[in-house]
């Protein structure tokens, strides 16, 4: 069983920012896709930013967080993180991390369909 473990999210002011966190297990860390999604209240849920552990690769991110947010891994023990500046009441929702994609390992992690996923932290901006 994988579990991953979201922290970090809370409430905050317009313009403020938060830092989102993800443990799961340790060969996750390397080599394997991982992201954040999120899920407002009433609408899809969305990827905010994915990576490829450990690999250098340039992240993705969605157009409504680039240049606010930030994916990377903490050194040195290589937990997921989501750096959110310059926060608007538009990113208000359910922060979720995943990990790992259903079928080939190495498909395209920005298309690919994750496999496991967290239970979600709370971000509200106000």
């Known amino acids: 069983h994988v579990q991953l473990v979201e922290s970090g999210g809370g409430s905050v002011q317009a313009g403020g920012s938060l830092r989102l966190s993800c443990e799961a297990p340790?060969?996750?860390?390397?080599?394997?896709?991982m992201a954040w999604f999120r899920q407002a209240p009433g609408k899809e849920r969305e990827k905010v930013a994915n990576?490829?552990?450990?690999?250098?690769?340039?992240?993705y991110y969605a157009d409504s967080v680039r240049d606010r947010f930030t994916i990377s891994q903490d050194n040195p023990n290589g937990t997921l993180i989501l750096q959110m500046d310059s926060l608007t009441p538009e990113d208000t929702a359910l922060y979720y991390c995943?990990?790992?994609?259903?079928?080939?390992?190495?498909?395209?992690?920005?298309?690919?369909?994750?496999?496991?996923w967290g239970q979600g932290t709370q971000v509200t901006v106000s």
């Open positions: 340790k060969y996750l860390y390397t080599g394997y896709c």
């Open positions: 990576i490829r552990t450990g690999s250098g690769l340039t992240p």
């Open positions: 995943a990990a790992g994609l259903n079928g080939d390992r190495w498909a395209s992690c920005r298309t690919g369909a994750y496999r496991y």
